[in-house]
């Protein structure tokens, strides 16, 4: 397969504003919103500003308490490996993720904000150096997202930054999960090894696991990222045999096309242990992979996108075992993502982000 080219991923983006606030019709509260937050995150960044450097580590997000238990740990283990440089922060790209957990949906409500309120606080308080760290699985959809964030900072997509500061402040970027297929020491062999090393008492029961991770919809398949769910499965099975890697969201990779693959390979019976291939074990793994019950199985329509893979492989003659563990709690697995960080450390930053909206102050 072609290798990604990462730093190639940031040419042709288009600008977005990724504002969060609720969709409303009245210009002011919309604008009292975003007033409203990017107060919250200046004070936060101002309270916290102890270097000249940032990192952001940018996660989907979620609503569930051992997902926010996750990310508290994974900042926790950024600040101990970079803290002495670098001040860490979290944020969410998804707003309905941000809006679900202020409002407390599944636990106690949390405050979490997106990139762009993040870099733009950086920005007021003129960080030198600024690197957005991607908590993303592959380089898709949501990668690409993270990407028009920094395009849209470091273009003044606001025009109330100081121009001179923006030609000069250092971005980097540090590369989702699986970024590269190709050449020693790859990302997805190095996952590979690492879920197996975790998956070793399932390998030793002869259980079949199987990875439940997002993908895109092909209108959707951001630089043809869906290919690295099929190379991860091809990876783990150099392995072991039994590994497979579906999805909810790329096409002829759900649970029934991974029901078809195992049953090709002759594993007609016999126990499915269930992870969620995600940075955090948040909706897609409570309800997608774990859902139980009636509401999670329809009997006239087993394929159905709406039953659970619990249930689904319940009911196609195997012993189904959910495991809520998501990839930022596996310290192998985290170490993958460290290292991108530790590589757009030693990066000389991204070229050719900086384009003035304001020609005539150049």
């Known amino acids: 397969m072609k290798k990604i080219k990462f730093f190639a991923l940031l040419a042709g983006m288009a600008m977005a504003m990724g504002l969060t606030s609720a969709c409303s019709d009245d210009d002011d509260v919309t604008t009292n919103n975003w007033t409203t937050y990017q107060n919250a995150v200046d004070s936060q960044v101002q309270a916290a500003k102890k270097h000249d450097k940032a990192i952001l580590l940018v996660a989907f997000g979620s609503t569930w308490q051992m997902a926010f238990d996750a990310f508290d740990a994974t900042k926790a283990t950024y600040e101990q490996e970079f803290g002495d440089d670098y001040d860490i922060y979290l944020s969410f790209s998804s707003a309905i993720c941000i809006n679900r957990a202020a409002a407390g949906e599944n636990t106690t409500p949390r405050n979490y904000y997106a990139p762009n309120f993040w870099l733009h606080a950086f920005g007021r308080s003129e960080y030198n150096e600024i690197l957005v760290q991607s908590l993303q699985v592959i380089p898709g959809e949501e990668f690409n997202r993270v990407i028009n964030y920094i395009k849209d900072f470091a273009n003044n997509y606001l025009g109330d930054l100081d121009d001179e500061y923006l030609s000069q402040v250092t971005l980097k970027l540090g590369s989702p999960l699986l970024t590269s297929a190709e ?65 909810v969201d790329m096409p002829d990779n759900y649970k029934n096309n991974v029901y078809d693959r195992m ?25 997608d992979l774990a859902g139980e019950g009636s509401d999670y199985w329809d009997e006239e329509d087993p394929d ?13 003659g195997y012993t189904a075992e959910p495991n809520l563990t998501g990839l930022l709690s596996i310290p192998a697995i985290l170490d993958i993502w460290m290292q991108h960080t530790h590589e757009a450390v030693n990066s000389e930053g991204l070229e050719d982000y900086y384009h003035s909206m304001f020609p005539e102050a150049d």
């Open 304 to 316: 159905s996108e709406e039953n659970s893979w619990y249930e689904y492989f319940s009911h196609m």
């Open 263 to 287: 049953q090709a390979d002759g594993v007609t019976d016999g126990t499915v242990q269930l992870y969620p291939l995600m940075s955090i074990a948040g909706d897609h793994a409570h309800n």
């Open 183 to 247: 050449g020693d020491g790859n990302d997805v062999d190095e996952a590979a090894a690492a879920l197996y090393s975790y998956c070793q008492a399932q390998v030793n029961n002869g259980d079949v696991v199987a990875f439940m991770g997002h993908g895109n919809p092909d209108n959707y398949d951001s630089y043809k990222a869906n290919v690295r769910y099929t190379e991860l499965e091809e990876s783990l099975q150099r392995l072991y045999s039994k590994f497979y890697v579906g999805t």
